[in-house]
T-cell receptor, first 113, second 115 residues
Framework: NAGVMQNPRHLVRRRGQEARLRCSPM?????VYWYRQLPEEGLKFMVY????????ESGMPKERFSAEFPKEGPSILRIQQVVRGDSAAYFC???????????FGPGTRLTVL | GQQVMQIPQYQHVQEGEDFTTYCNSS?????IQWYKQRPGGHPVFLIQ?????EVKKQKRLTFQFGEAKKNSSLHITATQTTDVGTYFC???????????????FGQGTILTVHP
């Protein structure tokens, strides 16, 4: 059973470009969470999705950030018009049900030049 | 909103010494989870505590959940160099509402073990 998969593992973008981060949850998991982590800091919750629905997006910046988890295919975290402050590691996690342990992917390290 | 505070932020120990990290929530939790993240790696689930006053052990690791379900601790006995990493607690608020299931992470304790 493959774990949570994220791609790309490393992404470099210039200011103003778009970044698309993909996450495939573990098989059988329908709950997906996105977190952002700055160097030597904790994980900041961004958004919680369950197939085709956004359950909680209280951690998402109001502008430029969006997330989706379509019926088919991976969850996508999209950052439009990236700025240097968006540089961070973005982790995706999945769980089989609410409140259960979360399995994390390897993360996408985004660098904005 | 819910806040989870974790102390200390950094801890340096000599191999063989004990280590403890503490976690406090501003609100009562449904359960608390602990994760370990190795340098350059991703968080890995260690354990979940659900019951008030619960104590669980995993080899040299002892996890406690406070009676009021607002605080927790992780204690490592006789640290080894393989224990190096950042230890995070993460709380889930009381069940109910759209926020249930969302983990609120503490800032983490970065553990360095000197051989």
């Amino acid at each position: 059973n493959a774990g949570v998969m994220q791609n790309p593992r490393h992404l470099v973008r210039r200011r103003g470009q778009e970044a698309r981060l993909r996450c495939s949850p573990m098989k059988g998991h329908s709950h997906v969470y996105w977190y952002r982590q700055l160097p030597e800091e904790g994980l900041k919750f961004m958004v919680y999705l369950q197939k085709e629905n956004i359950i909680d997006e209280s951690g998402m910046p109001k502008e430029r950030f969006s997330a989706e988890f379509p019926k088919e295919g991976p969850s996508i975290l999209r950052i439009q018009q990236v700025v240097r402050g968006d540089s961070a590691a973005y982790f995706c996690a999945s769980s089989p049900q609410r409140g259960y342990e979360q399995f994390f992917g390897p993360g996408t390290r985004l660098t904005v030049l | 909103g819910q806040q989870v505070m974790q102390i200390p932020q950094y801890q340096h120990v000599q191999e063989g010494e004990d280590f403890t990290t503490y976690c406090n929530s501003s609100t009562t939790l449904s359960n608390i989870q602990w994760y370990k993240q190795r340098p350059g790696g991703h968080p890995v689930f260690l354990i979940q505590l659900v019951k008030s006053g619960e104590v669980k052990k995993q080899k040299r690791l002892t996890f406690q959940f406070g009676e009021a379900k607002k605080n927790s601790s992780l204690h490592i006995t006789a640290t080894q160099t393989t224990d190096v990493g950042t230890y995070f607690c993460a709380g889930i608020r009381i069940a109910g509402g759209t926020s249930y299931g969302k983990l609120t992470f503490g800032q983490g304790t970065i553990l360095t073990v000197h051989p």
